[in-house]
């Protein structure tokens, strides 16, 4: 459904319709200038040959001193995307199954039955804060468990895990010997205070990106830690893939790297505002939210609301929203991303409103 409302939303577009897009989390901001200046200086010095598919060892070892890791447990993808996907698939291909606390980020599912895994939902509600509660993850998990995902800041809730909630889920994970694939991609750039999966051992799985914390979405560039067998398995199908990510891309990386501190700042300080203004005008409403905890998203519900419909309708109202059911089975909740300006997200929550009246 995600996919499909974006076509449409392109579709509209190329028709010259203007649509407000709020429905993917695809920030409006630019790659700041300094990375993009490194990836050409790279490419002038004839940094566009094949390489590593571990990724390049500079890369490598600055994320390794980032995390306190050894650069053994790093390696480079194309995006986290393929992070996750290649994780799940050395997880996966023999069988099992995977639970997925809901409401999830799309391709999760859509992965875990590419490999023709079973799923298990573990349904987290609107009026208990999203929390997700130990007891019914461990009454989920049996001995064909292969992993349990874990989105922390969560898209599309934009809540955090507290501490001993995560500290409750590694302890039912390492008792059954489950891997936990912890996807950290909004952490970076998080409201409050978000705990990796890390603080809490090394037996498990991190999936980080650079898309959002360095708005380099196009750039196609993530990296997983994890132990070094996992890492090896994981070269092993980036060789008979995509080999590596361009080195040219990898060279970027590190100069957002270097820079880290101060674009994070600026681009969390850029979504925190547009997330109270958000807030600000939805409060004025009958929508019940919670506030975001971390960029991108809101996760508004309306009683009644058949999201699926609301979001195709809006659309010819010029403003692209994601259904909730997108997600699981969140009907009445729809998703606003806070990924355009400030001044349309104001003109799309106003639509918004009016449509719901
Ligand atoms: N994880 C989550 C939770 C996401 O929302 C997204 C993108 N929307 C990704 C992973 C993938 O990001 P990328 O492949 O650009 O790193």
């Known amino acids: 459904m995600l996919y499909e409302i974006n076509e ?13 897009k709020l429905n993917i989390g695809d920030p409006d901001l630019e790659t700041p200038h300094e990375i993009v200046e490194a990836a050409y200086e790279a490419m002038k010095k004839g940094k566009t040959k094949y390489a590593s598919s571990l990724g390049e060892k500079s890369l490598r070892e600055k994320l390794a001193s980032i995390h306190g890791v050894s650069a053994d447990n ?51 509600e ?19 468990t292969r992993t349990i995902i874990l989105n922390n800041p969560n898209n599309p809730t934009s809540k955090v895990v507290d501490g001993k909630t995560l500290k ?18 909004y952490s970076d750039i998080s409201f409050v205070e978000t705990k990796s999966i890390s603080d809490y051992g090394d037996n498990h799985v991190v999936i980080k990106s650079f898309s959002k914390a360095f708005t380099m ?8 830690i994890a132990k070094k067998e996992l890492v090896e398995k994981i070269m ?44 600000e005008v939805l409060s004025k409403t009958e929508m019940e939210f919670s506030r975001p905890d971390a960029p991108f998203y809101l996760f508004p519900k309306y009683t009644g609301l058949d999201s699926e419909r609301f979001a195709f ?5 010029g403003v692209a929203v994601a259904p909730g059911t997108a997600f699981g089975n969140y009907r009445e909740h729809f998703r606003i991303s806070l990924t355009a300006p400030r001044e349309e997200i104001e003109t799309g929550l106003k639509k918004i409103c009016e449509a719901l009246e």
């Not at 449409?8 to 203007?18: C, D, F, R």
């Open 8 to 20: 449409k939303a392109i579709k509209l577009e190329n028709e010259g319709k203007k649509i407000i």
């Open 74 to 124: 790093v390696i480079i993808t194309p995006g986290s995307k393929w992070g996750i996907f290649s994780v799940m698939y050395s997880l996966l291909k023999d069988g099992g199954n995977v639970i997925i606390p809901t409401p999830y980020w799309t391709a999760y599912e859509l992965t875990a039955k590419s490999l023709g895994a079973e799923t298990r939902f573990l349904k987290t």
């Open 126 to 144: 609107f009026d208990s804060n999203w929390k997700i509660e130990p007891e019914k993850l461990e009454a989920l998990a049996d001995h064909n």
């Open 168 to 185: 409750a889920i590694v302890q039912i994970a390492n008792d059954k010997k489950i891997s936990i694939i912890a996807d950290e991609v």
């Open 217 to 224: 979405t196009g750039w196609r560039i993530g990296y997983i």
């Open 236 to 279: 092993k199908l980036n060789q008979i893939t995509f080999t590596n990510v361009p080195v040219f891309i990898q060279e970027a990386a590190l100069k957002a790297l270097e820079l880290r501190q101060e674009i994070v700042e600026r681009i969390r300080e850029e979504y925190q505002k547009r997330a109270n203004l958000a807030c």
């Open 313 to 317: 309708d809006l659309l010819d109202k």
